[in-house]
């Protein structure tokens, strides 16, 4: 009986320090949760820089002979991630945008960082499939197979209630933010190569966001909602194609992107991460190393040898994903 009370405590405490968190998360960067809601299983604080387990220029996680495709990347993650792929070696870099000076910008930081890299610029809309797979086949026809996709693309809907938000502006978020993500995957799925590499498949990366696992704030629920389908959607690719795809969804921690600065705007500040963080993060994430994490929700600031640590109890779990706390018990 003892012992049962203890449990029910303790699985009461882990509760209250997730609402804590998530009341908090406005003002400091610890991150404590897992999505079991166990906290002596939840990964450890990384705090605001990366450690040499999954920076870019660790040869352990090389990415030399790979062709990797991120969208996003005039600036904020996207561009940071194409810096950090350069750095770490790899073949070529698609560097997909939809203003062209950006892009610019960031295919100069691509090649001070890795002048070897092959840099092709793709001013489009991934809203756009056609686009998309035009971009996609292209590539695979010059490079051969498509090893890497960060999905880092993204749009921030007018803050305000649901309840009076004009249709029009929610569901431009979920073009972007959903359909967009949706023909990444499929352009990717569907993309003809001029080679095959044997014994290896595509990795996708989508980013997402830790306000989809917080109670309501009000203000948010167009993006929120807009980013909300993504876990499940990256889980299902996971699941219905398991030879042809590895996937996993990726909070990038607190970054000052343009998007950020909007939020500024409206009031909302941010203790904010390095945006080195979840650049070198998403190196690691893509490499063999962590291919245990594929259908997985995790977060760019959790510390990666604990991750590796519990990598049976990842795979095999639920851990790491969207799930009904209560219906089955404790776990």
């Known amino acids: 009986m003892e012992s049962s009370q203890a449990q029910q405590l303790s699985n009461l405490r882990c509760r209250v320090e997730l609402e804590i968190y ?14 079991s809601l166990h906290c002596h299983k939840s990964p450890k604080r990384l705090l605001t820089t990366y450690k ?3 920076s870019a220029s660790n ?12 969208t996003g990347t005039g600036s904020g993650i996207g561009q940071a991630a194409a810096a950090s792929f350069a750095i770490a070696g790899a073949k070529a870099l698609i560097l997909i945008g939809r203003r062209t000076e950006p892009l610019t910008k ?3 930081i691509v090649s001070q960082k890795g002048p070897d890299v092959q840099v092709r610029l793709h001013g489009d809309d991934i809203s756009d499939a056609n686009a998309l797979k035009s971009v996609m086949d292209e590539t695979g026809s010059t490079f051969g ?3 890497i996709v960060i999905h880092a693309a993204g749009v921030l809907p007018a803050l305000g209630p649901i309840s009076t938000m004009p249709v029009e502006e929610l569901w431009k978020a979920l073009e972007v933010n959903i359909k967009g993500a949706l023909n990444v995957a499929q352009s990717l799925l569907a993309t003809g190569t001029s080679e095959k590499r044997a014994g290896s498949k595509p ?15 009000p203000g948010m629920g167009g993006y929120v909602v807009s ?4 876990p499940k959607l990256v889980e299902y690719l996971a699941a219905e194609n398991p030879d042809k795809l590895r996937t996993v969804t990726v909070h990038p921690g607190l970054i000052r992107t343009p998007m950020a600065v909007e939020l500024e705007e409206a009031g909302l500040k941010f203790p904010y991460d390095d945006v080195s ?12 190393e962590a291919s245990f994490l594929n259908g997985k929700f995790v977060f760019a600031n959790w510390d990666v040898e604990e991750l590796k640590a519990r990598k049976a109890e990842i795979e095999n779990g639920t851990d790491l994903r969207l799930v009904l706390s209560g219906l089955s018990g404790d776990r």
């Open 145 to 147: 197979q498509i090893d």
């Open 227 to 230: 980013k909300a389908v993504l």
């Open 277 to 288: 963080l979840p650049a070198d993060f998403l190196v690691w994430v893509t490499s063999p």
């Open 59 to 70: 040869p352990a996680n090389s990415a030399a002979g790979k062709v990797v495709l991120i």
């Open 106 to 108: 960031t295919a100069a």
């Open 22 to 35: 998530m009341r908090l998360l406005t003002s400091t960067s610890i991150f404590i949760i897992s999505p």
């Open 52 to 54: 040499t387990a999954i």
């Open 203 to 217: 990795v996708l990366v989508t980013l997402n966001t830790a306000g989809m696992l917080m109670p309501p704030i």
